[in-house]
Nanobody, 117 residues
Framework: QVQLVESGGGLVQTGGSLRLSCAAS????????MGWYRQAPGKQRELVAT???????NYADSVKGRFTTSRDNAKNMVYLQMNSLKPDDTAVYYC???????????WGQGTPVTVSS
């Protein structure tokens, strides 16, 4: 079992930046897909970013060009750099991991991000 712990969320103004970190309790090198989901109040959970074992990334259209995800398999860390933040980015962000990004085996507890207008 791998436990994921997110950090780095908080309150930021529109146009600002935040960097989320996800620390894994075990090795992530064999985990095929690490990702970030988010859920805003009253909305469905949304897949924001995915990074695969060898570095390939995918992003939701809503964050493409603004968010960048990376992983450091040696340190068992995953990151989400969020730039040009908008109020619509306000949500709880979850780090995930598993063999399928659509049904991750591992979930973090979430870290809240609030973007003020």
């Amino acid at each position: 079992q791998v436990q994921l712990v997110e950090s780095g969320g908080g309150l930021v103004q529109t146009g600002g930046s935040l960097r989320l970190s996800c620390a894994a309790s075990g090795s992530i090198s064999s985990i095929y897909a690490m990702g970030w989901y988010r859920q805003a109040p009253g909305k469905q959970r949304e897949l924001v970013a995915t990074i695969y074992r060898y570095g390939t990334t995918n992003y939701a259209d809503s964050v493409k060009g603004r968010f960048t995800t990376s992983r450091d398999n040696a340190k068992n860390m995953v990151y989400l750099q969020m730039n040009s933040l908008k109020p619509d980015d306000t949500a709880v962000y979850y780090c995930t991991g598993g063999q399928s990004i659509s049904s991750p085996q591992y979930w973090g507890q979430g870290t809240p991000v609030t973007v003020s207008s």
